[in-house]
């Protein structure tokens, strides 16, 4: 199957606005979020130490805060926006777990469905 092969994942309405969800894609955890602007998918472990984002909360609308370490991520592109600074001392891991996007998967909407493409 080529990577741009789309896979059906949820319905629109299993992902209320403001809210995300975990799925299992091809053996993967994939986090959909809601957002204002339309639905998103990035990986759905922290990229720092792979902590759960599921947990996380959505800040700003747009960002998804983890709640290990604190890192901070765009949903929309998946970028650094803050890197893990909770508690104090925890930078000291940077020096080997250094800033890494989220990876992120291109979403389609058809009917009341979300398809995700790249899995
Ligand atoms: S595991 Fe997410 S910030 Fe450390």
């Known amino acids: 199957m080529s990577p741009s ?3 059906a ?4 309405k299993d992902v209320p606005l403001g809210q995300k969800k975990v799925f299992q894609v091809k053996g993967q955890a994939i986090l959909v979020y809601h957002l204002k602007d339309g639905f998103y998918a990035t990986q759905a472990h922290c990229t720092h130490a792979f902590w ?3 947990g996380g909360k959505i800040l700003e609308g747009y960002t998804v805060q983890c709640p290990f370490h604190h890192a901070i991520f765009d949903i929309r592109t998946g970028e650094v926006v803050e890197w893990a600074n909770f508690p104090p001392g925890i930078q000291l891991l940077n020096i080997v777990r ?3 996007a989220l990876k992120r998967y291109k979403v389609n909407r058809r009917e009341g469905k979300i398809y995700l493409q790249g899995v």
Not at 9 to 12: L, Q
């Open 9 to 12: 994942v949820c319905s629109e």
């Open 52 to 54: 759960p984002l599921k």
């Open 5 to 7: 092969t789309e896979i």
């Open 98 to 100: 250094g800033k890494k």
